[in-house]
């Protein structure tokens, strides 16, 4: 089934059709059997009435004095155990002495009763805190398969209107590739909201010879007239057996990392983490991370955190989903807390913005041509509290423009009050373009300025963002009459 949009059949594909629906499943599942509970500070009426029950049966029923007893009446007793369970929520176990007497008037057993009242409460106290922990399980289950089925629903989507068919391509590619010594068996053609070119063509050489897949994304270019490359991680050559080739639009801006750092007092294992990356579509992530506390500890916890960061968003999950997920998974999956800072960018290629998400994570800055911006987060780290939303900003970048991130360490190793203005001073200060060489003299200044060990781990991560030149561009993706 095909509908027409703009001149062209766009493919209603059923198996994108089935995956939608497996989606809506997915959260009608959450809906149904993982509705959220709120936490419960106070006992309901029934478990209530269950305490009661439970002291009634232990203590009183059988007892030899009951017939003399001042609790046998069913509203005494309970507002006997009413008032304990009150000092005891209050005060702990060690009741007020007016509150014993009371019951040693009362009651001719009083020790055991005591005893007993203080027995069921803690064991209906723990199963209270049991069930705040099942429905917090269950809150942050309904929202891994919500983000799930969403994540699903907008890929699905984004295929069903991505994939296009253009018969005159088609053939024009084929005839070219057979010029070429090259066969074509099939194409499939997409085209993002953008309007930026993905295609797959299965191919197999002839006449036992190879080629190379840049020599294929030089066909396509010059069938499309756009500038096209091979996708990342695709194969380098195509020889006698038939492949699939996937060649993308080519970027207009290229990125260039840089990192350094040290550990608390020297040490060579420091808490912090960092990654860069490149994404499903043209796309490049910087990520930093500061584990809780410093060492051996805090490095496992926040490569922990990058490492399983990377795999999500190369998996194709948008970056506020990924740390929502992984928060939940930190906060159910662990008694003990343990959090780590994440400041990520993650930078567009095609269009040089930029998209800045900080979980707990210092200031970033900003070197533009001629001033600094800072950007500044108030959310809390991942792992601390359920339901943990990170911030994102977005930047509109400049050819030359650099992006520096750094851990707390770096800000709290200058004078208090002056650390943004000091580190201003110094990325201004100096005409060093290369990422790499301005991480390392940042964090040298930043020593020197200290004048002492580090008393945290220090990492400085710099990524920088450029155009490449049209002419570059051109005669990267020229094809002449000669060579195809």
Not at 147 to 154: D, E, G, L
Not at 390 to 414: C, F, P, Q, W
Request: some cysteine; charged content about 25%.
């Amino acid at each position: 089934m095909a509908d027409i949009k703009d001149g062209q059949a766009v493919v209603t594909n059923p198996y994108v059709t089935q995956a939608d629906k497996f989606a809506v499943s997915l959260r009608h599942l959450a809906d149904t059997f993982l509705t959220p509970k709120e936490p419960r500070a106070e006992f309901t009426e029934d478990e209530m009435e269950e305490i009661f029950q439970k002291i009634d049966e232990k203590v009183c029923r059988n007892c030899e004095q009951r017939s003399r007893c001042q609790l046998k009446e069913k509203e005494a007793l309970r507002e006997m155990i009413s008032e304990i369970l009150r000092a005891t929520d209050k005060y702990g176990e060690e009741l007020n002495v007016e509150l014993k007497r009371n019951l040693q008037k009362k009651c001719a057993i009083a020790p055991r009763f005591l005893r007993e009242a203080m027995n069921v409460f803690q064991d209906a106290k723990t199963m209270l805190l049991w069930n705040n922990r099942m429905a917090q399980n269950r809150t942050g289950c309904a929202v891994q398969l919500d983000a799930f089925a969403h994540v699903i629903q907008h890929a699905v989507r984004e295929l069903n209107a991505s994939i296009f068919t253009d018969p005159p391509l088609e053939k024009k590619l084929k005839l070219l590739f057979k010029k070429n010594g090259i066969r074509m068996l099939s194409s499939v053609f997409f085209v993002n909201a953008h309007g930026r070119y993905e295609i797959h063509v299965t191919i197999r050489t002839e006449k036992g010879s190879y080629v190379t897949t840049k020599m294929v994304a030089r066909i396509i270019s010059r069938c499309t007239r756009r500038v096209m490359c091979p996708a990342e991680d695709e194969r380098p050559v195509v020889g006698m057996e038939y492949s699939t080739v996937t060649c993308v639009e080519g970027p207009a801006y290229y990125t260039l990392q840089g990192i350094a750092k040290i550990g608390k007092g020297c040490e060579k294992i420091s808490g912090d983490n960092f990654l860069m990356t490149r994404l499903p579509g043209g796309e490049e992530a910087a990520i930093l991370s500061d584990g809780m506390g410093t060492g051996e500890k805090a490095f496992r916890e926040s490569a922990m955190m990058v490492e399983m960061l990377e795999e999500l968003l190369k998996a194709g999950f948008p970056c506020r989903t990924a740390l929502s997920m992984m928060n939940t998974a930190l906060v159910m999956g662990r008694e003990e807390v343990c959090f780590s800072t994440v400041d990520m960018c993650k930078f567009d290629l095609y269009t040089a913005k930029c998209s800045l998400i900080k979980a707990g994570a210092a200031v970033t800055f900003i070197r533009r041509r001629d001033r600094m911006e800072h950007i500044y987060s108030e959310s809390l780290p991942i792992g601390v509290v359920p339901g943990q939303e990170a911030e994102e900003i977005h930047r509109k970048l400049e050819s030359g423009d650099m992006v520096i991130m750094v851990t707390d360490g770096v800000l709290d190793a200058l004078p208090s009050g002056e650390e943004e203005h000091l580190l201003d001073l110094i990325i201004m200060g100096t005409t060093i373009e290369n990422p790499c060489e301005m991480a390392h003299y940042i964090l040298q200044k930043v020593l020197e300025l200290s004048s002492s060990e580090p008393a945290d781990d220090m990492t400085v991560l710099v990524a920088g963002i450029w155009q490449i030149c049209y002419n570059e561009r051109i005669a990267t993706s020229a094809i002449s009459n000669e060579n195809v």
